[in-house]
């Protein structure tokens, strides 16, 4: 790798240089990953450019460990006559209002959709309500609270006669009857997960695979970097792989600061995830992103970022784990906090978002200006990333100059009709967006 020495003169010099220099050497790594290794690459203190599915020229800046921004969003709420900003041709409506915090969306089988009533604060509802559509007119007509007494739930899944529900330290299932509308039984745990730490990391997620033989189950960082110690983050930063009955547990990707959006590409057997990057080394470092998740691989945190961009906060440490670093697929921006994932598999939007992904954008904190704050779109082929990640759902934020956002978008789900929902969980809305 070139050695430069950046100045703001010669940044687009630099950049351009970067890339040609760096096209090869990434194209090496994708062909020897392919073969099943991993290709060494070192680490520049300088601007560097990463090769990216969707951004062959994606320009990492020199970390600043001294970077210490914080903008932190006041939200104000929605006005009567406010929404959500979709493309010309869509509608964005309420489909459910004055919900505690809605934080993530389930479809069921029979259409009922569940949602993840959560915070990270004791203010917390810890609740799962039920909302049901019988008249299939877009507003629900029953709406009840299903679980309570929950200890911050965030993933749920329905699998043959269970009702599961990850809660912040626990994996638990009840006996299940499609269209109860409240659950009575007592809680079977399966395994227990671990909680606590930096900022908690406390969304637990869930998914089975397409056979319904395995559920994958994602657990975010006890830190920021490890600075607790790794001892702390046993079990964590990874997505986990157990048996329906919790048995066989194993770690199915690992390096991964805090994955909470996942799906199945369509067309395929791979399993995409969105993470939330590190903090605290610059206004564009890290990139959030989504990746699809290669079985046994290892993703950088805490010692590397974006492939085998070491730390400077970890230098020197786990040189093996950073060699085997896997570059992810789709760059995000930079403390975006991208948490929801949901595949477009409907036929009511046009044809351009047909298996393209929606991503959930929370919002940032730990930078000079806001990021994220909205929903967006990246294009799909083929079951691979065919586009750069594209504005869908603006308009989250009211006065940034005062620091003010009307509500923050998190779990996003298509319905059977293909209207998509989004969940607002600052603003205590789900939304419903449909194509005109």
Not at 77 to 105: Q, S
Not at 159 to 186: C, H, I, S
Not at 257 to 278: F, H, I
Request: net charge negative; hydrophobic share 35%.
């Amino acid at each position: 790798m070139i050695q430069l020495k950046q100045t703001r003169r010669s940044a687009p010099l630099l950049a351009f240089l970067a890339a040609s220099a760096l096209w090869g050497c990434n194209s090496a790594q994708e062909s020897a990953q392919q073969e099943g290794q991993t290709a060494s690459t070192t680490f520049s203190p300088d601007a560097d450019t990463v090769r990216t599915a969707t951004d062959p020229s994606l320009v990492l800046p020199a970390p600043d460990t001294t970077h210490r921004a914080a903008k932190r969003s006041q939200t104000i709420g929605w006005p009567a006559d406010k929404a959500p900003v979709a493309p010309t041709g869509f509608k964005v409506e309420r489909f459910a209002t004055d919900l505690k915090h809605p934080r993530r969306i389930y479809i069921a089988p029979n259409k009922d959709v569940f949602v993840a009533e959560t915070d990270d604060k004791e203010k917390s509802a810890n609740q799962i309500t039920l909302l049901r559509d019988s008249d299939n007119d877009g507003k629900p007509d029953t709406r009840e609270v299903f679980l309570s007494g929950l200890n911050q739930p965030y993933g749920i899944l329905v699998l043959g006669d269970y009702f599961y529900v990850a809660e912040v330290d626990k994996l638990v299932r009840y006996p299940y009857k499609a269209g109860q509308t409240k659950m009575d039984a007592k809680a079977e745990q399966l395994i227990s997960l671990p909680a606590g730490g930096y900022n908690h990391h406390w969304t637990r997620n869930i998914i089975a695979n397409p056979a319904g033989t395995k559920i994958y189950v994602s657990v975010g960082s006890a830190s920021n970097v490890g600075e607790y110690g790794m001892d702390k983050e046993v079990r964590r930063a990874n997505i986990l792989e157990i048996n329906p009955d919790g048995t066989g547990e194993r770690v199915y990707a690992s390096g991964l600061r805090n994955p909470v959006g996942m799906d199945w590409a369509p067309g395929s057997n791979v399993l995409w995830t969105a993470v939330n990057e590190r903090d605290e080394i610059g206004d564009e470092l890290v990139p959030d992103y989504m990746t699809g998740v290669k079985e046994g691989a290892f993703y950088g945190w805490p010692y590397s970022y974006y492939g085998q961009h070491v730390d400077p906060r970890r230098q020197g440490e786990r040189p093996e784990l950073v060699q085997k670093a896997i570059v992810p697929d789709v760059p995000l921006g930079a403390h975006t906090a991208s948490l929801g994932l949901a595949f477009y598999q409907g036929s009511a939007f046009p044809a351009k978002y047909k298996n393209g992904a929606f991503i959930g954008q929370h919002g940032s904190w730990n930078r000079s200006n806001f990021a994220g704050y909205k929903v967006v779109f990246v294009p799909f082929q083929n079951g691979q990333p065919s586009g750069k990640p594209e504005d869908f759902l603006t308009g989250f934020i009211a006065d940034a100059s005062k620091n003010e956002v009307y509500g923050r978008p998190v779990g996003i789900e298509v319905m059977p009709d293909g209207s998509m929902l989004v969940a607002d969980d600052e603003g205590g809305i789900i939304w419903r967006v449909t194509a005109n």
